[in-house]
C-alpha cells in the first residue's frame, strides 16, 4: 500500500513557476514508478510527466522543456518543478504510483493522490 498527498498548488501569472510535491507514505515507496497527472474542467485525465523506477524521465510533448519531475528519496517525495507556466496548464495536478510503469502511462496506476490545483492566469 502507498498513500500520496500532492501540495505546491495556487495561483499564478503567465510565466511564473510552481513547484508541485507528493509525499509518499509505505514500505514499498522506492519500488515504484511515480508519475503526474492533471484535469482542466470539463476534460479528461491527460497524464503529464513519469519517472520511472530506475530513473527514467518522460514527459507529455506540451511540457517538455517547462516541467521537471524529481524525487528525493530521504523525503520520500516526488515533486513536479513547473517553469515558464502558461494558462493551458490550469488544471487540478495528481499524484499516482504503480509498480508497472504502463499502468502509469494509460491512466490506471494502483494509487492516487487527493489532488492540488494549479490556476495559471493571463
Known amino acids: 500500500q502507498v498513500q500520496l498527498v500532492e501540495s505546491g498548488g495556487g495561483s499564478v501569472q503567465a510565466g511564473g513557476s510552481l513547484r508541485l510535491s507528493c509525499a509518499a507514505s509505505?514500505?514499498?515507496?522506492?519500488?515504484?514508478?511515480m508519475g503526474w497527472f492533471r484535469q482542466a474542467p470539463g476534460k479528461e485525465r491527460d497524464w503529464v510527466a513519469t519517472?520511472?523506477?530506475?530513473?527514467?524521465?518522460t514527459y507529455t510533448d506540451s511540457v517538455k522543456g517547462r516541467f521537471t519531475i524529481s524525487k528525493d528519496y530521504a523525503k520520500n517525495t516526488l515533486y513536479l518543478q513547473m517553469n515558464s507556466l502558461k494558462p493551458e496548464d490550469t488544471a487540478m495536478y495528481y499524484c499516482?504510483?504503480?509498480?508497472?510503469?504502463?499502468?502509469?502511462?494509460?491512466?490506471?496506476?494502483?494509487?492516487w493522490g487527493q489532488g492540488t490545483q494549479v490556476t495559471v492566469s493571463s
Open positions: 499516482a504510483a504503480d509498480t508497472q510503469v504502463s499502468r502509469l502511462w494509460n491512466g490506471r496506476a494502483d494509487y
Open positions: 519517472r520511472q523506477q530506475w530513473g527514467t524521465t
Open positions: 509505505g514500505d514499498t515507496y522506492k519500488s515504484y514508478s
